[in-house]
């Protein structure tokens, strides 16, 4: 083995250790622990944010984006957040231990199951140093160990954010090797963590598809993935259209730069020549960008021909497809051809025609009259998330705490044996 591979292999074998210990952990500790977190994350802000220059300052000299600059920071608006972040957790119900659908089997025996953690977590992402806390923040409640791999831009930020973590729990005389950051910047570290397979339980990828389909298909351990959010709304002919044109503009304009974002939009063809010219204007006041199938052009002058590329793309930006469609089928396959199972959406004032949408589209999140917007764990009511996976197995949709636990089988008995 290389001086590398020892180390994650190493960091990877401690993680396991620390897992163990964290099953133990009352909830009072857990967030006990969050809570002071937090507040040293407050106290520890000049040092947090004098490494934060570090990666700031390197990430001009490459050259980085405005954008990715944003992203980087760690100013006191995103300290807050971080800080209020922890607070948030330490506030949500514990999930762990948790015994449900308890039942008696006729031979006497009770057999239900327990919510446990899930063990020992990887976490690959770019950019956002504040990711580092707020997954670091879940995995210990869920009573998961977690390695942190963040983007090298972030380096100086991701070790200042891991050590301020890491000093509390020792404060605690909790095992700090449940939270750990990769320190090298070396990317064959990323490939070394995903064939640990003997100590870590999931791999988490957070950031583009690159990054993920690099991980799905380099990784020996189980990875629950997200690889774009190609999210669309159909507008019913039975939409109430002074409902439909806000939801639709909140979708696209609100945020374009994220997942949840909306990137197509159909219309049934019934309401298209009345309504399409209306919405296509309203879009325009927002600066979006409108490319379109044939009759949508034909009928909204701001549309733009759209070519066969752009059907179901990530445009992350204030650009928008466009398609007229002759009914809720048509609707389906197109969805079901371009969609990327992230947000889908109805807009109907048809009890049975939002019923059938809602049973047959394959979605993490399929919603009636509501923006795309909503898909995110905060606004769904789990506090905060980890992620969104766009998989099935074992969690689909935004992740909170009880989606970084399994649950496991315990049984009650009085003597019985198996005849």
């Known amino acids: 083995m290389t001086t590398l591979e020892n180390d ?24 006990n622990v969050l809570r002071l977190m937090a507040e040293a ?18 990430g ?4 980085l984006s405005s954008a990715m600059l944003d992203r980087l920071e ?8 971080m800080r209020n972040g922890l607070a948030e957790v330490a506030a949500l119900p514990d999930p762990v231990g948790e015994i449900s659908k308890m039942t008696k089997r006729p031979n006497g025996l009770m057999v239900g199951r327990m919510r446990i953690p899930l063990g020992v977590i990887g976490m690959i992402y770019e950019s956002r140093p504040n990711v580092t806390v707020d997954a670091a923040a879940l995995c210990l409640k869920a009573g998961n160990a977690i390695i942190l791999r963040g983007g090298s831009e972030a380096i100086h930020s991701n070790r200042a954010l891991a050590s301020v973590l890491q000093g509390v729990l020792e404060s605690q005389e909790i095992a700090a090797d449940a939270i750990q950051v990769i320190p090298v910047t070396d990317r064959k570290a990323v490939n070394v963590l995903l064939n640990q397979e003997e100590y870590i339980d999931l791999i988490i990828p957070r950031g583009g598809e690159g990054l993920i389909r690099f991980v799905s298909e380099n990784s020996r351990i189980p990875v629950l993935k997200h ?13 109430d259209l002074q409902k439909a044109t806000p939801v639709i503009v909140n979708s696209k304009a609100q945020r374009p730069g994220v997942c ?5 939009l159909l219309i049934h063809r019934d309401i298209a020549e009345t309504y399409l010219p209306v919405l296509a204007a309203e879009l325009k006041e927002h600066n979006v960008k409108m490319l379109g199938c044939k009759k949508s052009v034909m009928i909204a002058p701001e549309i733009t021909p759209a070519m066969e590329s752009d059907w179901g793309t990530e445009f ?33 004032e048809n009890y049975s025609n939002a019923s059938r949408f809602v049973a047959e589209v394959d979605a993490s999140a399929v919603m009636v009259n509501a923006s795309t917007r909503f898909n995110d764990g905060g606004e769904l009511g789990l506090g905060t998330e980890i992620g969104i996976s766009t998989t099935k197995l074992h969690a689909y949709g935004p992740m909170g705490l009880e989606e970084l636990t399994t649950r496991k089988f315990v049984v009650y008995g009085q003597g019985q044996v198996r005849q």
């Open 316 to 348: 992350l930006n204030l650009t928008l497809c466009v398609k007229v469609v002759a009914n809720m089928e048509e609707a389906f396959s197109y969805i079901d051809r371009y969609g990327s199972q992230h947000t889908e959406i109805i807009l109907t």
């Open 260 to 264: 949840n974002a909306l990137e197509g």
């Open 8 to 31: 994650i292999c190493d960091i990877a074998r401690r993680a396991r250790v620390a897992a163990r210990s964290l099953v133990s952990l009352s909830t009072e500790s857990k967030n």
């Open 74 to 81: 760690l100013s006191d608006s995103v300290i807050a957040s």
């Open 227 to 239: 690889y774009k959010g190609v999210c669309h709304i159909y507008v019913d002919a039975d939409a």
């Open 60 to 63: 001009k000299g490459k050259g």
């Open 41 to 58: 994350i407050d106290e520890q802000r000049d040092f947090i944010q004098d490494e934060n220059q570090k990666d700031l300052v390197a």
